[in-house]
Protein backbone atom coordinates (compact mmCIF):
# COMPACT_ATOMS: atom_id res chain seq x y z
CA UNK A 1 0.00 0.00 0.00
CA UNK A 2 1.50 4.09 -0.99
CA UNK A 3 2.38 6.09 2.09
CA UNK A 4 0.28 8.51 1.10
CA UNK A 5 -2.84 5.96 1.18
CA UNK A 6 -1.95 4.57 4.14
CA UNK A 7 -2.02 7.65 5.86
CA UNK A 8 -5.36 8.47 4.51
CA UNK A 9 -7.12 5.82 5.93
CA UNK A 10 -5.51 6.37 9.02
CA UNK A 11 -6.85 9.68 9.66
CA UNK A 12 -9.92 10.63 7.94
CA UNK A 13 -9.35 14.63 8.39
CA UNK A 14 -6.60 14.42 5.70
CA UNK A 15 -7.45 15.35 2.40
CA UNK A 16 -5.03 16.35 -0.18
CA UNK A 17 -6.46 19.13 -1.71
CA UNK A 18 -4.32 22.08 -1.79
CA UNK A 19 -2.07 21.70 -4.83
CA UNK A 20 -1.51 25.04 -6.28
CA UNK A 21 -1.43 28.64 -5.06
CA UNK A 22 -4.56 29.54 -3.53
CA UNK A 23 -5.69 25.78 -3.44
CA UNK A 24 -8.16 24.13 -5.65
CA UNK A 25 -9.01 26.33 -9.07
CA UNK A 26 -7.29 29.15 -7.06
CA UNK A 27 -10.45 29.95 -5.17
CA UNK A 28 -9.17 30.48 -1.59
CA UNK A 29 -11.28 27.87 -0.17
CA UNK A 30 -11.37 24.73 1.78
CA UNK A 31 -14.88 23.57 3.58
CA UNK A 32 -13.79 20.50 4.29
CA UNK A 33 -13.74 20.79 8.03
CA UNK A 34 -13.52 22.66 11.55
CA UNK A 35 -11.04 25.75 11.78
CA UNK A 36 -9.50 27.64 14.51
CA UNK A 37 -11.17 30.84 15.46
CA UNK A 38 -8.54 32.69 16.54
CA UNK A 39 -4.22 31.93 15.54
CA UNK A 40 -0.93 33.29 16.92
CA UNK A 41 1.95 32.17 18.00
CA UNK A 42 0.97 31.21 21.21
CA UNK A 43 -2.74 29.66 20.02
CA UNK A 44 -3.87 27.07 17.81
CA UNK A 45 -0.36 25.50 16.92
CA UNK A 46 0.14 22.00 16.08
CA UNK A 47 3.75 22.56 14.89
CA UNK A 48 6.16 25.28 13.98
CA UNK A 49 9.39 24.78 11.74
CA UNK A 50 12.11 27.64 10.94
CA UNK A 51 12.65 27.31 6.86
CA UNK A 52 14.57 29.51 4.78
CA UNK A 53 13.49 33.21 3.26
CA UNK A 54 11.21 33.32 0.53
CA UNK A 55 7.85 34.20 0.03
CA UNK A 56 6.31 31.92 -1.96
CA UNK A 57 2.93 30.16 -0.38
CA UNK A 58 2.81 25.92 0.53
CA UNK A 59 0.94 23.72 -1.02
CA UNK A 60 -0.49 20.31 0.24
CA UNK A 61 -0.50 17.00 -0.66
CA UNK A 62 -1.85 14.09 1.78
CA UNK A 63 1.93 13.80 3.11
CA UNK A 64 4.31 16.63 2.18
CA UNK A 65 3.91 20.43 2.19
CA UNK A 66 6.52 21.87 -0.49
CA UNK A 67 8.04 25.47 -0.15
CA UNK A 68 10.43 26.94 -2.19
CA UNK A 69 13.09 29.93 -0.52
CA UNK A 70 16.64 31.10 -0.85
CA UNK A 71 19.39 30.98 1.30
CA UNK A 72 23.42 32.50 1.11
CA UNK A 73 22.53 33.44 -2.77
CA UNK A 74 20.63 29.47 -3.28
CA UNK A 75 17.55 28.88 -4.92
CA UNK A 76 15.74 26.00 -2.91
CA UNK A 77 12.99 23.84 -2.53
CA UNK A 78 12.02 21.77 0.50
CA UNK A 79 9.53 19.39 1.19
CA UNK A 80 7.92 19.32 5.31
CA UNK A 81 6.34 16.25 6.95
CA UNK A 82 2.62 17.39 6.69
CA UNK A 83 2.16 16.24 10.56
CA UNK A 84 4.82 16.87 12.27
CA UNK A 85 6.55 20.01 10.36
CA UNK A 86 9.88 17.86 10.00
CA UNK A 87 12.08 18.78 7.01
CA UNK A 88 12.08 15.43 4.72
CA UNK A 89 14.72 17.14 2.29
CA UNK A 90 16.21 20.53 0.40
CA UNK A 91 17.27 20.79 -3.42
CA UNK A 92 19.14 23.41 -4.62
CA UNK A 93 18.44 24.96 -7.78
CA UNK A 94 21.79 24.41 -10.86
CA UNK A 95 22.30 28.04 -11.06
CA UNK A 96 20.87 31.72 -9.74
CA UNK A 97 20.70 34.15 -12.70
CA UNK A 98 19.83 37.30 -10.50
CA UNK A 99 16.92 39.45 -11.64
CA UNK A 100 15.97 43.05 -10.89
CA UNK A 101 13.44 42.87 -8.98
CA UNK A 102 11.51 45.33 -6.96
CA UNK A 103 11.92 45.90 -3.37
CA UNK A 104 9.21 43.96 -2.01
CA UNK A 105 9.71 41.07 -4.38
CA UNK A 106 11.52 38.08 -3.98
CA UNK A 107 13.84 35.38 -5.43
CA UNK A 108 11.12 32.67 -4.02
CA UNK A 109 8.04 34.43 -4.94
CA UNK A 110 6.51 31.69 -7.30
CA UNK A 111 4.75 29.40 -5.61
CA UNK A 112 4.94 25.33 -6.10
CA UNK A 113 2.42 23.79 -7.50
CA UNK A 114 1.88 19.55 -7.23
CA UNK A 115 -0.22 16.86 -8.97
CA UNK A 116 -0.35 14.93 -5.74
CA UNK A 117 2.72 13.46 -5.60
CA UNK A 118 5.42 15.46 -7.71
CA UNK A 119 6.00 19.00 -7.24
CA UNK A 120 6.88 21.59 -9.76
CA UNK A 121 8.50 24.90 -8.95
CA UNK A 122 9.60 28.32 -11.09
CA UNK A 123 12.70 30.39 -9.92
CA UNK A 124 13.04 33.01 -12.36
CA UNK A 125 16.74 33.09 -11.52
CA UNK A 126 16.52 29.85 -13.09
CA UNK A 127 13.26 28.47 -14.38
CA UNK A 128 11.66 25.05 -13.78
CA UNK A 129 12.26 22.10 -11.96
CA UNK A 130 10.36 19.17 -11.40
CA UNK A 131 11.39 17.04 -8.07
CA UNK A 132 9.80 13.65 -6.79
CA UNK A 133 8.18 13.40 -3.25
CA UNK A 134 11.12 11.76 -1.97
CA UNK A 135 13.25 15.08 -3.53
CA UNK A 136 14.91 13.26 -6.44
CA UNK A 137 15.30 15.85 -9.40
CA UNK A 138 12.46 14.28 -12.33
CA UNK A 139 13.91 16.84 -15.23
CA UNK A 140 14.70 20.49 -15.37
CA UNK A 141 13.99 23.57 -18.42
CA UNK A 142 16.12 26.12 -17.79
CA UNK A 143 14.37 29.67 -19.10
CA UNK A 144 15.05 33.42 -19.13
CA UNK A 145 17.10 35.95 -18.17
CA UNK A 146 13.70 37.89 -17.96
CA UNK A 147 13.02 41.46 -18.43
CA UNK A 148 10.60 42.59 -16.09
CA UNK A 149 10.70 45.47 -14.05
CA UNK A 150 9.68 44.60 -10.82
CA UNK A 151 11.01 40.65 -11.67
CA UNK A 152 8.99 37.68 -12.02
CA UNK A 153 5.84 36.69 -10.25
CA UNK A 154 3.39 34.37 -11.81
CA UNK A 155 3.30 31.38 -10.27
CA UNK A 156 3.38 27.49 -12.79
CA UNK A 157 -0.56 25.61 -12.81
CA UNK A 158 -1.12 21.92 -14.04
CA UNK A 159 -3.69 20.83 -16.25
CA UNK A 160 -4.26 18.23 -19.36
CA UNK A 161 -0.99 16.55 -18.47
CA UNK A 162 0.99 19.57 -18.62
CA UNK A 163 2.63 22.58 -16.81
CA UNK A 164 1.89 25.79 -17.91
CA UNK A 165 4.31 28.92 -17.08
CA UNK A 166 3.13 32.52 -17.83
CA UNK A 167 6.62 34.91 -18.61
CA UNK A 168 4.67 38.70 -18.97
CA UNK A 169 7.65 40.75 -19.07
CA UNK A 170 8.64 43.76 -21.23
CA UNK A 171 10.47 42.33 -24.18
CA UNK A 172 9.07 38.73 -25.38
CA UNK A 173 6.22 37.59 -23.07
CA UNK A 174 5.21 34.22 -23.76
CA UNK A 175 3.11 31.26 -22.24
CA UNK A 176 4.87 28.36 -22.16
CA UNK A 177 3.28 24.59 -21.98
CA UNK A 178 5.79 21.92 -21.15
CA UNK A 179 5.34 17.52 -20.67
CA UNK A 180 4.25 17.27 -16.85
CA UNK A 181 6.13 13.58 -17.22
CA UNK A 182 9.33 14.72 -19.11
CA UNK A 183 9.52 18.60 -18.90
CA UNK A 184 9.75 18.80 -22.67
CA UNK A 185 8.40 21.70 -24.30
CA UNK A 186 4.81 21.13 -26.30
CA UNK A 187 4.09 24.45 -27.06
CA UNK A 188 4.77 28.39 -26.59
CA UNK A 189 2.61 31.12 -27.09
CA UNK A 190 3.98 34.59 -28.10
CA UNK A 191 2.60 37.55 -26.15
CA UNK A 192 3.86 40.93 -28.11
CA UNK A 193 1.15 42.95 -26.65
CA UNK A 194 1.79 42.46 -23.04
CA UNK A 195 4.09 43.61 -20.66
CA UNK A 196 4.93 42.95 -16.85
CA UNK A 197 2.49 41.53 -15.10
CA UNK A 198 2.32 38.70 -12.07
CA UNK A 199 -1.13 36.97 -12.26
CA UNK A 200 -0.83 33.10 -11.90
CA UNK A 201 -3.66 31.73 -15.00
CA UNK A 202 -6.21 29.80 -14.22
CA UNK A 203 -6.77 26.31 -15.94
CA UNK A 204 -11.21 25.55 -16.74
CA UNK A 205 -12.02 22.90 -18.68
CA UNK A 206 -10.31 23.42 -21.91
CA UNK A 207 -8.95 26.85 -21.36
CA UNK A 208 -6.54 28.63 -19.77
CA UNK A 209 -7.37 32.02 -18.44
CA UNK A 210 -4.33 34.34 -18.21
CA UNK A 211 -4.82 37.99 -17.60
CA UNK A 212 -2.44 40.54 -18.52
CA UNK A 213 -1.48 43.98 -19.03
CA UNK A 214 -4.44 45.97 -20.49
CA UNK A 215 -6.46 42.17 -21.17
CA UNK A 216 -7.48 39.17 -20.14
CA UNK A 217 -7.10 36.08 -22.63
CA UNK A 218 -8.20 32.85 -23.53
CA UNK A 219 -5.86 30.05 -24.74
CA UNK A 220 -6.71 26.20 -25.49
CA UNK A 221 -4.78 24.00 -23.60
CA UNK A 222 -3.95 21.29 -25.74
CA UNK A 223 -2.42 24.18 -28.71
CA UNK A 224 -2.07 27.69 -26.83
CA UNK A 225 -4.18 29.33 -29.81
CA UNK A 226 -6.00 32.02 -28.01
CA UNK A 227 -9.67 31.67 -27.86
CA UNK A 228 -11.27 34.99 -26.87
CA UNK A 229 -10.00 38.14 -25.32
CA UNK A 230 -11.88 40.69 -22.70
CA UNK A 231 -9.94 44.32 -22.99
CA UNK A 232 -10.21 46.52 -20.25
CA UNK A 233 -7.89 45.24 -17.48
CA UNK A 234 -5.26 47.78 -15.42
CA UNK A 235 -1.21 47.94 -17.10
CA UNK A 236 -0.08 46.05 -14.39
CA UNK A 237 -2.01 43.03 -12.41
CA UNK A 238 -0.94 40.87 -9.47
CA UNK A 239 -3.87 39.21 -8.52
CA UNK A 240 -5.27 35.95 -9.47
CA UNK A 241 -9.13 34.91 -11.45
CA UNK A 242 -11.68 33.28 -9.52
CA UNK A 243 -14.78 31.85 -11.35
CA UNK A 244 -18.22 30.28 -9.88
CA UNK A 245 -21.16 29.33 -12.27
CA UNK A 246 -19.85 30.54 -15.36
CA UNK A 247 -18.44 34.17 -14.24
CA UNK A 248 -15.03 34.91 -13.99
CA UNK A 249 -14.13 37.55 -11.17
CA UNK A 250 -10.47 39.53 -11.38
CA UNK A 251 -9.67 42.25 -9.70
CA UNK A 252 -6.97 44.59 -11.42
CA UNK A 253 -5.04 47.53 -9.55
CA UNK A 254 -1.82 49.67 -10.69
CA UNK A 255 -0.86 53.10 -9.54
CA UNK A 256 -2.25 55.39 -11.85
CA UNK A 257 -4.90 54.10 -12.63
CA UNK A 258 -7.48 55.66 -11.19
CA UNK A 259 -10.13 58.15 -13.20
CA UNK A 260 -8.09 61.04 -11.73
CA UNK A 261 -4.70 60.57 -12.90
CA UNK A 262 -5.63 59.21 -16.29
CA UNK A 263 -4.33 61.26 -19.61
CA UNK A 264 -5.06 61.46 -23.26
CA UNK A 265 -1.67 62.02 -24.59
CA UNK A 266 -0.93 62.55 -28.59
CA UNK A 267 0.15 59.39 -30.97
CA UNK A 268 3.51 58.41 -31.59
CA UNK A 269 3.78 60.01 -34.67
CA UNK A 270 2.61 63.15 -33.84
CA UNK A 271 4.83 63.42 -30.89
CA UNK A 272 7.89 62.75 -33.32
CA UNK A 273 6.50 65.11 -35.56
CA UNK A 274 5.92 67.61 -32.71
CA UNK A 275 9.29 67.35 -30.34
CA UNK A 276 11.89 64.73 -31.96
CA UNK A 277 14.36 67.59 -32.56
CA UNK A 278 16.98 65.17 -33.38
CA UNK A 279 14.84 63.57 -36.25
CA UNK A 280 16.01 59.63 -34.71
CA UNK A 281 12.15 58.50 -34.84
CA UNK A 282 12.49 58.55 -31.03
CA UNK A 283 11.72 60.35 -28.07
CA UNK A 284 14.69 61.33 -25.19
CA UNK A 285 14.08 63.19 -22.15
CA UNK A 286 14.00 66.41 -22.68
CA UNK A 287 11.95 65.74 -26.29
CA UNK A 288 9.41 65.03 -23.93
CA UNK A 289 7.19 67.71 -22.47
CA UNK A 290 7.83 68.05 -18.55
CA UNK A 291 3.81 67.79 -17.88
CA UNK A 292 3.97 64.71 -20.39
CA UNK A 293 7.28 63.30 -18.94
CA UNK A 294 6.74 59.92 -17.43
CA UNK A 295 7.33 59.97 -13.53
CA UNK A 296 9.45 56.50 -14.34
CA UNK A 297 11.33 57.17 -17.32
CA UNK A 298 13.33 53.45 -17.16
CA UNK A 299 10.18 51.95 -16.26
CA UNK A 300 8.72 52.92 -19.40
CA UNK A 301 11.83 52.33 -21.46
CA UNK A 302 10.84 48.76 -21.77
CA UNK A 303 13.90 47.95 -24.02
CA UNK A 304 16.25 50.08 -22.08
CA UNK A 305 17.95 52.18 -24.57
CA UNK A 306 17.23 55.31 -22.67
CA UNK A 307 14.94 56.40 -25.15
CA UNK A 308 11.34 55.31 -26.04
CA UNK A 309 10.73 54.21 -29.18
CA UNK A 310 7.11 53.32 -30.81
CA UNK A 311 6.05 50.56 -28.58
CA UNK A 312 7.46 52.11 -25.10
CA UNK A 313 4.79 55.50 -26.32
CA UNK A 314 1.97 53.29 -27.01
CA UNK A 315 2.64 51.30 -23.50
CA UNK A 316 2.94 54.42 -22.09
CA UNK A 317 -0.33 55.72 -23.12
CA UNK A 318 -2.15 52.72 -22.97
CA UNK A 319 -0.84 52.94 -19.19
CA UNK A 320 -1.88 56.41 -18.54
CA UNK A 321 -5.62 55.79 -19.62
CA UNK A 322 -6.09 52.24 -17.85
CA UNK A 323 -8.45 52.23 -15.57
CA UNK A 324 -8.48 50.05 -12.14
CA UNK A 325 -11.13 47.67 -11.73
CA UNK A 326 -12.80 44.46 -9.91
CA UNK A 327 -15.00 42.60 -13.21
CA UNK A 328 -17.43 39.97 -13.20
CA UNK A 329 -16.68 38.47 -16.96
CA UNK A 330 -18.91 36.33 -18.23
CA UNK A 331 -16.75 32.92 -19.48
CA UNK A 332 -16.91 32.03 -23.55
CA UNK A 333 -16.92 33.21 -26.61
CA UNK A 334 -14.63 33.99 -29.50
CA UNK A 335 -12.65 36.48 -30.26
CA UNK A 336 -12.78 40.23 -28.45
CA UNK A 337 -15.91 39.73 -26.34
CA UNK A 338 -15.55 42.64 -24.50
CA UNK A 339 -18.71 44.51 -25.38
CA UNK A 340 -20.96 41.41 -24.73
CA UNK A 341 -19.07 39.63 -21.96
CA UNK A 342 -18.29 42.06 -19.46
CA UNK A 343 -21.20 41.88 -17.05
CA UNK A 344 -20.39 44.53 -14.45
CA UNK A 345 -17.11 46.94 -13.35
CA UNK A 346 -16.55 48.41 -9.82
CA UNK A 347 -13.49 50.89 -9.40
CA UNK A 348 -13.80 52.39 -5.52
CA UNK A 349 -11.24 51.22 -2.74
CA UNK A 350 -9.37 48.35 -4.63
CA UNK A 351 -6.73 46.26 -3.96
CA UNK A 352 -3.67 46.05 -5.07
CA UNK A 353 -1.97 42.60 -4.79
CA UNK A 354 -4.66 40.58 -2.64
CA UNK A 355 -7.32 38.35 -4.91
CA UNK A 356 -10.82 38.54 -4.34
CA UNK A 357 -12.70 36.26 -2.66
CA UNK A 358 -16.16 34.58 -3.07
CA UNK A 359 -17.34 33.08 -0.38
CA UNK A 360 -20.97 32.53 0.96
CA UNK A 361 -22.38 34.93 -1.53
CA UNK A 362 -20.44 38.06 -1.07
CA UNK A 363 -17.37 38.46 -3.02
CA UNK A 364 -14.61 39.75 -0.65
CA UNK A 365 -12.12 42.79 -1.75
CA UNK A 366 -9.46 43.86 0.66
CA UNK A 367 -7.04 46.68 0.18
CA UNK A 368 -4.30 48.24 1.96
CA UNK A 369 -5.09 49.80 5.29
CA UNK A 370 -7.15 47.43 6.17
CA UNK A 371 -10.82 48.17 4.32
CA UNK A 372 -12.50 44.90 3.24
CA UNK A 373 -15.54 45.31 0.72
CA UNK A 374 -18.22 42.87 0.22
CA UNK A 375 -19.85 42.92 -3.23
CA UNK A 376 -22.73 41.35 -4.40
CA UNK A 377 -21.27 38.82 -7.02
CA UNK A 378 -24.31 39.03 -9.48
CA UNK A 379 -24.66 42.85 -9.71
CA UNK A 380 -21.12 43.82 -8.26
CA UNK A 381 -23.08 46.31 -5.89
CA UNK A 382 -21.40 46.96 -2.45
CA UNK A 383 -23.00 45.63 0.52
CA UNK A 384 -20.76 46.00 2.92
CA UNK A 385 -17.52 48.37 3.89
CA UNK A 386 -15.53 48.91 6.92
CA UNK A 387 -11.91 48.54 8.78
CA UNK A 388 -10.55 45.80 10.13
CA UNK A 389 -9.26 46.21 14.22
CA UNK A 390 -5.22 47.10 14.57
CA UNK A 391 -4.84 46.59 10.52
CA UNK A 392 -3.52 49.60 9.34
CA UNK A 393 -1.26 47.59 7.02
CA UNK A 394 0.07 46.75 3.24
CA UNK A 395 -1.89 43.65 2.58
CA UNK A 396 -0.30 40.88 0.17
CA UNK A 397 -1.53 37.51 1.39
CA UNK A 398 -4.49 36.76 -0.22
CA UNK A 399 -8.00 36.42 1.89
CA UNK A 400 -8.91 32.33 2.17
CA UNK A 401 -11.96 30.91 3.72
CA UNK A 402 -13.43 27.34 5.41
CA UNK A 403 -15.77 26.79 8.16
CA UNK A 404 -17.61 30.01 7.85
CA UNK A 405 -14.09 31.69 8.64
CA UNK A 406 -11.94 34.17 6.28
CA UNK A 407 -8.83 34.63 6.96
CA UNK A 408 -6.70 38.02 6.38
CA UNK A 409 -3.26 38.48 7.41
CA UNK A 410 -1.28 41.98 6.22
CA UNK A 411 2.16 42.80 5.82
CA UNK A 412 3.28 42.73 9.17
CA UNK A 413 1.52 39.80 10.48
CA UNK A 414 -2.04 41.12 11.88
CA UNK A 415 -4.51 38.72 11.78
CA UNK A 416 -7.89 38.98 11.41
CA UNK A 417 -10.59 36.03 11.58
CA UNK A 418 -14.02 37.29 9.53
CA UNK A 419 -17.68 35.86 10.53
CA UNK A 420 -17.91 35.25 6.99
CA UNK A 421 -21.26 36.64 5.10
CA UNK A 422 -21.95 39.57 2.98
CA UNK A 423 -22.39 41.59 6.51
CA UNK A 424 -19.25 40.12 8.23
CA UNK A 425 -18.14 40.75 11.72
CA UNK A 426 -15.06 40.29 13.59
CA UNK A 427 -14.36 36.85 15.20
CA UNK A 428 -11.00 37.32 16.32
CA UNK A 429 -7.93 39.64 15.79
CA UNK A 430 -4.14 39.08 17.11
CA UNK A 431 -0.85 38.90 15.82
CA UNK A 432 2.20 36.98 13.91
CA UNK A 433 4.95 38.86 14.92
CA UNK A 434 6.66 38.51 12.25
CA UNK A 435 6.12 39.60 8.53
CA UNK A 436 3.80 37.72 5.88
CA UNK A 437 3.55 38.01 2.83
CA UNK A 438 2.59 34.53 1.86
CA UNK A 439 -1.17 33.29 1.27
CA UNK A 440 -1.72 30.49 3.71
CA UNK A 441 -3.04 26.58 2.70
CA UNK A 442 -6.09 24.93 4.05
CA UNK A 443 -6.71 21.49 4.16
CA UNK A 444 -8.36 18.98 6.78
CA UNK A 445 -8.78 20.84 9.41
CA UNK A 446 -5.51 22.83 9.05
CA UNK A 447 -4.16 25.93 8.37
CA UNK A 448 -0.73 26.97 6.89
CA UNK A 449 1.01 30.46 7.28
CA UNK A 450 4.55 31.09 6.55
CA UNK A 451 5.74 34.14 8.30
CA UNK A 452 9.16 35.59 7.55
CA UNK A 453 11.24 32.60 9.26
CA UNK A 454 8.75 30.41 10.25
CA UNK A 455 5.72 27.94 8.95
CA UNK A 456 2.96 27.48 11.39
CA UNK A 457 0.55 24.72 11.22
CA UNK A 458 -3.00 25.86 13.50
CA UNK A 459 -5.90 24.15 13.74
CA UNK A 460 -8.90 23.81 16.07
CA UNK A 461 -8.98 21.86 18.83
CA UNK A 462 -10.34 18.43 18.70
CA UNK A 463 -12.09 16.15 21.27
Known amino acids: MKPALLLLLLDPLLSADWLRFRGPQGAGIND ?28 VTATRIFLTGHENGKLLTFALHRRTGALLWRREAPANLDEKRHTLNDPASPSPVSDGENVYVFFAGYGLLSYTADGDERWRHPLGPFTNFHGMGASPVLADGKLYMLCDQDQGSFLLAVDQRTGRPLWKADRPDHVHSFSTPLALGRELLVPGSYQLDSYDLATGQPLW ?8 VKSVPVVADGVLYFNGWAPGGEASERLELPAFPAMLERFDANKDGKLAK ?63 SLPDVPAVLLY ?71 SLDEEVFATPALDGGHLWVRTATQLYDFAAPRP
Open 229 to 236: KVRGLTYQ
Open 32 to 59: AQPLPREIAPGKNVVWKTAIPRGKSSPV
Open 286 to 348: DEVPANWHPANWTMQDLNKDGLLDQRDWQYYTMRRTSSNATLAIRLGGSGDVTSTHVLWRYDK
Open 360 to 430: RGALYLLRNGGILQTLDPATGKLLKSGRLPNALDEYYASPVAGDGKVYCISRHGNVTVLEAGAQWGIAASS
